[in-house]
């Protein structure tokens, strides 16, 4: 379908350090040839390898025909008629080449640039790009070989052409050096829950006639198939989580995520310049592309493919390894601030901040805390630029927004515990005991903020960074699941101890994530002086 693609690597997808940095997709990149006969439309009496511009044989001339304008002996030029050497112009009689008129410019013709202006052009972005790149293949055999041409391939945007059609035609789940990250929760009771959606939604045309719903070993064969697809996994350069589409809340939330940093011009993929990686690629109801003929229970499904950051630890592992110094956490948490800020300043609350969703190069990087990336909304502003105790430092990377919305109307946990703030309802306290189950609350900006902090404090104030509520002291948290006294005593440095006391105080008063940003940029360039 596809016949080649334009500069893509480096118009789409900008590959520097095994990262890739993914903007939104011109359309006009991709050739489609739509007039292509098919191979039934060509004669059989025509040979294929007849070339296009040998004449017919009624154009060959007989030998009658000679032409007329073949010039006469008597018609060739006498010696005096021949040129003499000074009527030969001299070289600066030559016209130079600025001197000659140049052919008309279509492109200054009003009329001309009107039209060119007038062409609208077509976009896809990350939400519908699957829809624009998959094609059904009549065979399992046919999709399998697709990617085994390409996987290895420098292009990925041919990679992920032949991953969508992977993923929407159910060979992904069996395919060997797919590397399975998380599976999500499927029951039995939940299978049947599908069949019965997809029964009484005849318009979409499911087949589910094969599944006997009163037979154990239909619905057992059934249930140990759909948790072979429903999960988080990873496959070379790509991050794919595949959710039923009558439960893919995290891929919805995903989804908003992606539309709102779209509607505000960022750019998706890994971005380092706001520390977040989100997926490049999110197909909902990927079932309406499958011909009805070939739908099945198991088609209808809503995915998201993330670009996979390489040399990153999650931020606990990296901690333990590495054991930073105080400059070096400062670092990271202003980078995490940022990235907060970034979130919020787009109506996106992160809603699940913890060590697992944060991400830490193991390669160090020349960064800088600037003036200008303190401000709301720097566009221009870089890590890379030398500002206030510029140095080499790990980048940090937010992941995951399976439980992102919007402020105040979305709902969630709060984040993951220990990491709730105390009025979610899913915090820790001294007198709570530690349970799985959790309260759904409205997501709210703040809660990020306890989230974070509490993530942070625990390593100055600790000396490591926790991914359990089990690991933190049995007086950490009060009866109202704030952080004691004592604890706060522990971080040495003042300002350091006053910016975590506003962060890990009552919702009230919480400070914001830009205000938290720029006071850490100040704590910061003191340090390094």
């Excluded at 759904?440 to 991914?467: P, Q, R, V």
Aim: net charge negative; aromatic share 8%.
């Amino acid at each position: 379908m596809f016949k080649h693609i334009k500069s893509y690597a480096t118009r789409i997808f900008h590959r520097a350090s095994d990262t890739f940095h993914v903007s939104m997709i011109d359309i006009d990149d991709i050739q489609i040839s739509v007039t292509d006969p098919k191979p039934e439309d060509v004669p059989n009496d025509v040979p294929k390898d007849v070339p296009k511009d040998v004449p017919k044989p009624e154009d060959v001339p007989k030998p009658n025909d000679v032409p007329k304008d073949v010039p006469k002996p008597n018609d060739v030029p006498k010696p005096e008629d021949v040129p003499k050497p000074e009527d030969v112009p001299k070289p600066e009689d030559v016209p130079k080449p600025e001197d000659v008129p140049k052919p008309e410019d279509p492109q200054k013709d009003p009329v001309t640039r009107q039209e060119t202006n007038s062409k609208k052009r077509i976009f896809a972005n990350p939400l519908t790009l699957a829809t624009k790149l998959f094609a059904y293949a009549a065979s399992e055999t046919e999709v399998i070989q697709k990617w085994n041409a390409i996987n290895n391939a420098s292009d990925v945007f041919s990679c992920m052409a032949a991953l969508i059609g992977m993923i929407q035609q159910l060979c992904f789940f069996s395919h060997a050096h797919r590397r399975t990250l998380r599976l999500y929760d499927v029951c039995i009771d939940d299978i049947v829950k599908c069949i019965q959606k997809a029964r009484r939604r005849p318009r979409m045309m499911i087949d589910t006639d094969d599944i006997n719903l009163h037979d154990p070993n239909h619905l057992c064969a059934a249930h140990i198939k759909m948790k072979k697809i429903i999960g988080l996994f990873h496959i070379q350069k790509f991050i794919v989580r595949v959710e039923h589409a009558f439960d893919n809340s995290q891929i919805a939330s995903e989804r908003y995520v992606v539309s709102q940093l779209i509607n505000h011009g960022h750019a998706v993929g890994i971005d380092s310049q706001h520390h977040v990686v989100v997926p490049v690629c999110i197909q909902m109801n990927a079932i309406d592309q499958i011909p009805p003929s070939e739908r099945t229970i198991f088609h209808h499904i809503s995915y998201s493919i993330q670009p996979m950051a390489f040399n990153t630890q999650t931020i606990d592992v990296w901690y333990r390894h590495n054991r930073p110094s105080n400059a070096t956490t400062l670092h990271l948490c202003w980078q995490m601030a940022k990235a907060i800020v970034h979130l919020h300043q787009c109506d996106i609350v992160h809603g699940d901040i913890k060590p697992a969703n944060t991400l830490v190069s193991k390669v160090l990087h020349r960064t800088g805390l600037t003036d200008s990336d303190s401000g709301s909304g720097s566009a221009s502003g870089s890590d890379s630029e030398h500002g206030s105790g510029s140095g080499s430092y790990p980048i940090l990377y937010v992941i995951d927004y399976g439980m992102s919305g919007p402020h105040a109307t979305s709902e969630g946990t709060g984040g993951t515990k220990p990491y709730c703030a105390p009025e979610t309802g899913n915090g820790s306290n001294k007198n709570k005991k530690y349970t799985e189950s959790y309260h759904w609350i409205k997501n709210h900006k703040e809660y990020d903020m306890w989230s974070f902090g509490l993530l942070f404090f625990t390593m100055f104030a600790l000396g490591k960074c926790s991914s359990h509520a089990k690991e933190y002291p049995s007086d950490f948290f009060d009866e109202s699941g704030y952080i004691t006294d004592v604890e706060f005593a522990k971080i040495s440095n003042e300002p350091v101890r006053a910016l975590f006391r506003r962060t890990l105080c009552p919702v009230e008063t919480r400070i914001t994530a830009l205000d938290f940003m720029k006071e850490i940029d100040e704590i910061y360039s003191n340090l390094t002086r």
